[in-house]
């Protein structure tokens, strides 16, 4: 009996120990895939980035490596070349990683954080990847930063950036404790900021995003221009697809601002925007993810080819007839008697739009033709005297109605502009 308990006991034990190392084993068998994965992934993109894992060692319980990623978006630019030296903990059912990263220009250039802005420090980085759910956490921890040319001058203090996923959602926080610019055109400091984001959905293609950011104490300066200072700034952002169309939902406040020591007042506003075609928005989002320079460069050639683009897909977009709400914009100021307010509707005519050329954006022509499919009408409450003279009437008038009728902007039916 008691050779029968023992003989048990060992047995359990045997299982057990195979059972530990075997999901040890497993561990690294699937982060082995998912790294392949990923790797494979991003250099079949075609996006002007490349992914390669070097210095590999891999083990039942523990692998490292340097994880190399380079990017060029096109043959002129300088290829930027991001290092993450990482180790591997393989556990039962998931898997730890952390490491360091940093980036440079060039293999004899300087490392961008630890020679040039961080003083010897790099960014750190923490995940656990769980294995059965493909579910995870991330976390990125940069250092603070800090470059001084004399003609430039910024500080970055406290950046951490945490990411929580499953298959179906992601939960990502950015906290920044402060950060500081000058330049010879102006400066900008801004206090605690934090950014969070939520989706629901394939990460590739959502039906439900939501953005919330703060910041506290906000002051912005520049030449010639007087500075101003935000106590508080808030902003709200929610997106939802439905039946194959984005709706869209925006609100924020701006607290405290003045300039020159001058209070100005609260500024709050709440607004909607519904109808836009889905699968448009994600069109356009794909160029603009392939090829961001398309979108940051100003020179006519670059938007010119930006516009023959994604012309088509703003056109789709458009197709629904989709409705601007301002639901609310208000002004609480020590320099007017009442809150000032508005609220008001813009609509886009979407009829007929797909017997319009696929190029309509790239010419004159084809962009009037879209703003005549611009009618709404905004409300303007306890406007202020100066209000009214700019647009041409009598400083008495508190209400101001702006219609827009095909484009063309009337204020108390006078004339007052066209859009263009």
């Given amino acids: 009996m008691k050779k029968a308990v023992v003989y048990g006991l060992g047995g359990v034990i045997i299982v057990g120990a195979a059972l530990w190392v075997g999901g040890h084993a497993y561990s690294a068998h699937r982060f082995d895939q998912e790294l392949t994965r990923q790797v494979e992934q991003i250099n ?5 980035m490349t992914m390669d894992v070097a210095d590999r060692h891999d083990g039942w319980f523990t692998s490292t490596g340097v994880l190399n990623v380079r990017y060029q978006p096109d043959a002129q630019a300088t290829p930027l070349n991001l290092q993450a030296p990482w180790t591997a903990h393989h556990g039962l059912l ?9 980036a440079r220009t060039g293999a004899d250039a300087p490392w961008v954080l630890a020679d040039i802005l961080a003083d010897g420090k790099k960014a750190h980085f923490d995940a656990t990847l769980k294995h059965f759910d493909q579910s995870g956490r991330a976390e990125l921890e ?4 800090k470059a001084d040319t004399g003609l430039q001058m910024m500080n970055i203090n406290g950046l951490t950036i945490r990411a929580d996923y499953t298959d179906a959602s992601v939960n990502a926080t950015a906290d920044l404790a ?3 610019y000058r330049d010879a055109q102006g400066a900008m400091t801004a206090g605690a900021s934090r950014f969070v984001m939520d989706q629901k959905g394939p990460r590739d293609n959502p039906d439900h995003q939501k953005y919330h950011m703060t910041s506290d104490g906000l002051t912005l300066s520049a030449s010639q221009l007087m500075p101003v200072t935000i106590g508080a700034l808030e902003f709200s952002g929610e997106a939802v697809r439905d039946n194959d169309q984005w709706n869209q939902h925006s609100s924020g406040s701006l607290k405290g601002i003045e300039a020159s020591g001058q209070a100005l007042g609260d500024i709050a506003f709440e607004s909607t925007l519904d109808g836009l075609d889905a699968t448009a928005w994600q069109a356009i989002a794909a160029i603009g993810n392939e090829h961001p320079e398309w979108f940051e460069d100003t020179d006519a050639i670059t938007s010119q080819r930006t516009l ?8 789709k ?3 629904p007839s989709p409705v601007f709400t301002l639901k609310t914009l208000s002004l609480e100021s020590p320099m007017v008697k009442e809150p000032v307010d508005m609220t008001g509707r813009l609509t886009f005519d979407g ?12 010419t004159p022509q084809g962009q009037d033709a879209l703003i005549n499919r611009l009618n709404g009408t905004f409300t303007l409450n306890h406007a202020p005297p100066l209000v009214a003279l700019f647009a041409g009437l009598s400083p ?8 827009i009728d095909q484009g063309i902007v009337t204020v108390n039916d006078q004339r007052l502009m066209r859009l263009n």
């Avoid at 079949?44 to 002007?48: H, I, Q, V």
């Avoid at 023959?308 to 056109?315: E, R």
């Fill in 142 to 145: 940069m250092p603070d930063m």
């Fill in 178 to 180: 402060g950060l500081e």
């Fill in 44 to 48: 079949a993109a075609d996006n002007g």
């Fill in 317 to 319: 977009l458009l197709a």
């Fill in 308 to 315: 023959t683009a994604i012309s088509p897909h703003v056109l």
């Fill in 94 to 102: 998931s898997t730890g990683l952390d490491g360091t990263l940093d």
């Fill in 351 to 362: 009829q007929g739009i797909d017997t319009m050329p696929a190029d309509a954006l790239t």
């Fill in 396 to 403: 008495d008038q508190q209400t101001l109605v702006f219609r």
